[in-house]
């Protein structure tokens, strides 16, 4: 079983919806959790970090659920500019680990 | 107030040679990490270091790859005798904290390496 898994999409969808991208991890002692977004041929760059508690950053929001060692990143009312690959990141001890990442198209 | 430098930001190399690709932290960063990331491929950890440390390099090839982090000057990461696997998109990324508590990565813009 992969460390981080991730849908690699593409997720097409219109300006205006709404779409949720799921993420699993194997190591149930992974100790934090963030995703990142990566632009083609850019570097990556943190997204949100997420918490057991949930947590929400304008239309994006965050939700972890360690009892399925499940990780999820829903975008409401989409633009154009969130079109990018979306990374799921896994802190284990003191490396982070990176999901191959879904990627997000956006069309008028 | 710069972010991560990578240097070069595009290297080619023919079979053989040897690549040695920088990195300088953001300031009051002394937590470096170097990722590589092939073509259609995710990001994959290669080395973790501090300051004259190598914290865990778990994810470096067994031979032809180094990575240090000198007391002065930039991190270096090293492909000897190059193959053209090792064509690739090598990011360095720093973060002020690390370990268990290691949050937000901050990354250089990568430098690609092409071997001919």
């Known amino acids: 079983r992969k460390e981080v898994e991730q849908d690699p999409g593409p997720f097409n969808v219109p300006e205006g919806a709404t779409v949720a991208f799921n993420c699993t991890y194997s190591?149930?002692?992974?100790?934090?959790f963030f995703w990142y977004r990566q632009d083609c041929r850019k570097e990556p760059k943190l997204l949100m970090s997420?918490?057991?508690s949930g947590n929400e950053d304008g239309r994006f929001t965050a939700q972890l659920n360690r009892a399925s060692q499940y990780i999820s990143l829903l975008i409401r009312d989409s633009k154009l500019s969130d079109s990018a690959t979306y990374l799921c990141?896994?802190?284990?001890?003191?490396?982070?680990?990176f999901g191959k990442g879904t990627m997000l198209l956006v069309s008028p | 107030n710069a972010g991560v430098m990578q240097n070069p930001r595009h290297l080619v190399r023919r079979r053989g040679q040897e690549a040695r690709l920088r990195c300088s932290p953001m300031?009051?960063?002394?937590?470096v990490y170097w990722y590589r990331q092939l073509p259609e491929e995710g990001l994959k950890f290669m080395v973790y270091?501090?300051?004259?440390?190598?914290?865990?390099e778990s994810g470096m090839p067994k031979e032809r790859f180094s990575a240090e982090f000198p007391k002065e000057g930039p991190s270096i990461l090293r492909i000897q005798q190059v193959v053209r696997g090792d064509s690739a998109a090598y990011f360095c990324?720093?973060?002020?904290?690390?370990?268990?508590?290691?949050?937000?990565?901050?990354f250089g813009e990568g430098s690609r390496l092409t071997v001919l």
């Open positions: 990324a720093s973060s002020r904290l690390g370990g268990r508590n290691t949050g937000e990565l901050f």
């Open positions: 997420v918490y057991s």
């Open positions: 990141v896994v802190n284990l001890y003191s490396t982070l680990t």
């Open positions: 190591n149930s002692a992974s100790q934090s």
């Open positions: 270091l501090q300051k004259e440390n190598i914290i865990d």
């Open positions: 300031k009051g960063h002394s937590h």
